[in-house]
Antibody
Framework: EVQLVESGGGLVQPGGSLRLSCAASGFTFSSYSMNWVRQAPGKGLEWVSYISSSSSTIYYADSVKGRFTISRDNAKNSLYLQMNSLRAEDTAVYYC???????????????WGQGTLVTVSS | DIQMTQSPSTLSASVGDRVTITCRASQSISSWLAWYQQKPGKAPKLLIYKASSLESGVPSRFSGSGSGTEFTLTISSLQPDDFATYYCQQYNSYSPLPFGQGTKVEIK
């Protein structure tokens, strides 16, 4: 069974940093591209970042570019999101989401974690 | 960036009703469109990909159609478990807002 379990969320002050983790199991993690998607309270879904299976290709949404860094450790079946210079508008539930390996122009999300809440407030 | 617009924002329906949700893209996305279902406090669940392909395990009462800029998600006979928010998503290109704003299906 595919499982994605996020951790690392919490309350942080504006300008602070946080590192999210996503532990993957039930599939060959090293064969899949992965993503972070967030959802502000009561709002819709916003794609944040993409990393290919080998980490050779990385994309960011403009809203987080230069502040967030996505990475992965295939030996540990883990995905990460380092978030720096956090702002109030980064407050959201952050989901890690798997991207199935079909040929397609951009990311699709076939499995999601349960999410971890990041709250940026003083 | 491609913009995705769903309608309606809210839909009131009864068990057994046929329900249709529309998603429009600001430019052609071919058939690179997915539909997700999200229940309160839960992660989204993939229902449909490539506009009309049913994800494994999803009930056959869900169907998708369309190509280019206009797409629909249809629930042929609404069940109690289907009351949720539905999002379309384009995967023709990377953009910060590949998702529509969502359609909440509520009990009439």
């Amino acid at each position: 069974e595919v499982q994605l379990v996020e951790s690392g969320g919490g309350l942080v002050q504006p300008g602070g940093s946080l590192r999210l983790s996503c532990a993957a199991s039930g599939f060959t993690f090293s064969s899949y591209s992965m993503n972070w998607v967030r959802q502000a309270p009561g709002k819709g879904l916003e794609w944040v970042s993409y990393i290919s299976s080998s980490s050779s290709t990385i994309y960011y949404a403009d809203s987080v570019k230069g502040r967030f860094t996505i990475s992965r450790d295939n030996a540990k079946n883990s995905l990460y999101l380092q978030m720096n210079s956090l702002r109030a508008e980064d407050t959201a539930v952050y989901y890690c989401a798997r991207d199935p390996p079909a040929i397609k122009p951009a990311a699709l999300f076939d499995y999601w974690g349960q999410g971890t809440l990041v709250t940026v407030s003083s | 960036d491609i913009q995705m617009t769903q309608s309606p924002s809210t839909l009131s329906a009864s068990v057994g009703d046929r329900v249709t949700i529309t998603c429009r893209a600001s430019q052609s996305i071919s058939s690179w469109l997915a539909w997700y279902q999200q229940k309160p406090g839960k992660a989204p669940k993939l229902l449909i990909y490539k506009a009309s392909s049913l994800e494994s395990g999803v009930p056959s009462r869900f169907s998708g159609s369309g190509s280019g800029t206009e797409f629909t998600l249809t629930i042929s006979s609404l069940q109690p478990d289907d009351f949720a928010t539905y999002y379309c998503q384009q995967y023709n290109s990377y953009s910060p807002l590949p998702f529509g704003q969502g359609t909440k299906v509520e009990i009439k």
